[in-house]
């Protein structure tokens, strides 16, 4: 039986744990709310109005609705549950992804079924690294093409075009060869790349294509431009 001391160390350990789970669902509402703005963008105000308070109350739900089970499974150890979204957070879901689905095929020209697709991974994506969705989707068209399946020369894989022997371990050994798994993964390396370059963007994306210590300032700047392309195209679509 564990003593006291020990006791009060793994309700330590507990209470950081849900602390950092209840940051990180506050970091992704705020998110989720810069999103649900640029969606409700140029409709009329009592239908804004309706949206956003709609949204308010479900976003409200969502965070408290925050739950811990099972606080010592075994010593030195904490495990946190979190409840299931209420079925109306699931709708607001669905119709972020479709709304930015339709976004990515009409700029594109991608596939509805394609887009929806890749659309829930990237909306995924960039609520976990803090990375407009907007971005990380040009960079996907420009890297594959949204091809689940592509390979590079140099050993580049899946529609991020992720090298696994310099970012596997990186992204947490995750498979990336599944294309879910290799968007998240570079998400969280561009996450990395701007952080390093103090959040130049230009710096990011340059580094991300030639590497970060590699001088090939031509080819970097021909891979931004043609992001930039994108990005502009994607962020001009109305619907």
């Not at 963008?41 to 609705?65: D, E, H, M, N, Q």
């Not at 594109?108 to 990380?136: C, H, K, M, T």
């Not at 689940?148 to 529609?159: I, N």
């Not at 970012?167 to 570079?186: H, R, S, V």
């Amino acid at each position: 039986m564990p003593s006291i001391e020990n006791e009060h160390d793994y309700l330590a350990k507990g209470q950081r744990a849900l602390v950092n789970a209840l940051f990180r669902r506050w970091d992704a509402l705020g998110a989720r709310a810069r999103r649900m703005a640029t969606f409700t963008r140029g409709l009329p105000l009592a239908v804004k109005g309706g949206v956003l308070g709609y949204f308010t109350i479900v976003s409200a739900l969502w965070l408290v609705s925050f739950s811990v089970g099972n606080v010592l499974v075994q010593p030195g150890t904490v495990e946190i549950a979190l409840a299931k979204p209420a079925q109306t957070g699931r709708l607001i879901r669905q119709n972020e992804v479709a709304h930015f689905g339709n976004k990515v095929s009409s700029a594109f020209g991608v596939r509805n079924e394609v887009a929806y697709e890749f659309a829930d991974w990237i909306l995924e994506a960039s609520e976990r690294q803090d990375i407009a969705p907007e971005l990380l989707a040009s960079l996907v068209v420009t890297e594959s093409s949204f091809r689940k399946s592509a390979r590079s020369s140099v050993g580049a894989v899946g529609p991020a075009q992720v090298r696994p022997e310099f970012w596997g371990k990186f992204c947490g050994a995750a498979d990336l060869t599944d294309p879910e798994q290799n968007i998240y993964c570079g998400a969280q390396v561009l996450s990395h790349l701007l952080e390093r370059c103090e959040g130049d963007q230009v710096c990011a994306l340059a580094a991300y294509n030639v590497g970060p210590y590699a001088n090939r300032q031509a080819a970097a700047q021909r891979y931004v431009n043609k992001i930039d392309h994108y990005l502009s195209t994607l962020e001009s679509q109305q619907l």
